[in-house]
């Protein structure tokens, strides 16, 4: 029976309406589709085509010359043979992957926007099967987004976040969770509190040699970062430097890493779910996640180099001067893996300033409008 923590008790009276039936536009029970792309057999032939082509090209990048991530060459490979796997079971029959038209793309992703799939979701398969047909030879083939929907809707995206999706943005006591999760697993609980103290990502956190990390004032984070970037983190306040302190007594003297030896980084990923899973701490009923604590990163950090809330906590950009705005998001971006400003807003809200000096409010463009 699961050690079940009803998510108000984190600080009572904080998040009684944490837990609810509503769903994100798009979403289905608060996930992506059930529906999950096989159940139909790829010939042989196929997949031969397929693993020459990612074996050949999955860990180039699709603009730059610059290799990308294994997460990134995982995904692609899923994709993409979830792709075949669509078109089989929609009763096309295809028997190269050279033969791939522009029909195939449309009744696929018709299909995937049918079955109630994210804008997210479906926006990243067609730019992921855009890259495929470049390797192929259909450079081109492969449109705007918007030609393989009905809805338009369907692979719209907003990169700023809507929602506060840091745990004290949803009524939980950071500190007070972080205790009733170090009393069921200490090395759990070290993990995701290098991800509030630093803005780690989970897989960062798991990777991470807290003594051969730490040089002087910052700390380096070189294992498992997105695209394989290294960085460096300052270290800024005493929170920071006691959570490095405990990480470090509690890593292996030997590796230096955190949990059992021997365990592969997708087994220590899925001890912090099982873990958090066990307590009741989940999206669903909490309406919190390990990631928030990237988020809460962000938005602390946001507020000690500006010295007001994050937009999505009601700070009022409008005091700032939008060269300081766009110094600090710069920093932001950096320290959380990122190499553009306008990725800040995806955690800590629009960076847009509001003018109210001539009446009526007037905003600025948004700086950048990538993810």
Same mark, same amino acid.
């Given at each position: ?75 692609? #490979? ?275 300033? #509001? ?17």
């Amino acid at each position: 029976m699961k050690d079940e923590i009803r998510c108000d008790s984190f600080e009572p009276g904080s998040a009684s309406d944490l837990s609810s039936d509503k769903t994100k536009v798009g979403r289905i029970g608060g996930k992506n589709s059930e529906h999950r792309s096989g159940g139909a057999f790829i010939s042989k032939k196929l997949l031969h085509q397929i693993e020459m082509v990612l074996n050949e090209n999955s860990d180039k990048a699709a603009h730059k010359k610059k290799k990308v991530g294994s997460g990134t060459q995982s995904k692609r #490979r899923t994709v993409i043979k979830g792709f075949f796997c669509d078109l089989l079971y929609l009763k096309f029959k295809i028997e190269s992957i050279y033969n791939l038209k522009e029909k195939h793309l449309i009744a696929v992703f018709n299909f995937l926007e049918k079955q109630g799939q994210s804008p997210a979701t479906i926006q990243n398969k067609i730019s992921i099967m855009r890259v495929f047909c470049k390797w192929i030879g259909k450079d081109g083939m492969v449109r705007d987004s918007i030609l393989y929907v009905k809805n338009k809707a369907s692979v719209r995206r907003s990169t700023v976040v809507q929602e506060d999706k840091s745990w004290t943005g949803n009524g939980v006591d950071v500190l007070l969770l972080l205790a009733v999760i170090t009393a069921k697993d200490k090395v759990v609980a070290m993990w995701l509190e290098l991800c509030w103290a630093f803005g780690l990502r989970i897989s960062e956190s798991v990777m991470l040699k807290p003594a051969m990390s730490h040089e002087g004032d910052f700390v380096w984070i070189r294992e498992a970062t997105k695209g394989g970037r290294p960085r460096v983190i300052p270290i800024e306040n005493e929170i920071q430097r006691d959570v490095l302190q405990r990480a470090k007594q509690l890593g292996d003297g030997k590796t230096g890493f955190l949990g059992k030896r021997g365990k592969s980084m997708k087994s220590k990923r899925r001890r912090i779910y099982t873990v958090m899973e066990s307590l009741g701490i989940t999206l669903k009923d909490c309406g919190i996640s390990a990631h928030g604590l990237r988020h809460e990163y962000m938005q602390e950090s946001f507020k000690r180099l500006l010295g007001i809330d994050a937009p999505i906590k009601g700070g009022d950009l409008s005091q700032l001067e939008k060269t300081k705005l766009n110094v600090a998001s710069l920093k932001l971006a950096e320290r959380a893996g990122h190499s553009r400003a306008s990725i800040g807003a995806a955690y800590y809200g629009s960076r847009a300033i #509001r003018k109210a000096n001539t009446g009526h409010d007037k905003t600025t463009k948004e700086m950048g409008n990538e993810f």
